[in-house]
């Protein structure tokens, strides 16, 4: 599936994304974690002894949780970096939506694999 990667400062890129397959089940599961994940996140945000958290403490907790979705769905790419944990985290760093516009294709590609059935 390809995705437009967009980059400040420069045009989308075009990458083609090569996703996992998951049962309608094991996706449920997925979304249930990836929910999960994001409440912790933002409970852990707004406790009153975090109050003090820094922007960048924040954007590291996101950013971790984006990489883990990405290695959930994500098998390989075509950019001319390996597929690699590292170039994956450079990936999810480089701009705020990457890891939004991946995972959309992914259900994208899902839902048209399913009506194609």
Do not use: C
């Amino acid at each position: 599936e390809v995705v437009k990667i967009h980059r400040v400062g420069g045009e989308p890129l075009e990458v083609e994304f090569e996703y996992k397959y998951l049962t309608r089940k094991e996706l449920a599961v997925l979304q249930d974690d990836w929910n999960k994940a994001t409440k912790e996140m933002i409970e852990k945000w707004t406790k009153a002894e975090d109050a003090e958290r820094s922007l960048e403490e924040m954007s590291e907790d996101e950013i971790t949780h984006n990489v883990k979705q990405l290695k959930d769905i994500v098998v390989g790419w075509n950019f001319s970096d390996e597929f690699n944990d590292e170039n994956i985290r450079a990936l999810v760093e480089a701009t705020l939506h990457t890891t939004d516009s991946i995972v959309k294709a992914y259900y994208e590609a899902y839902a048209k694999a399913k009506v194609g059935n």
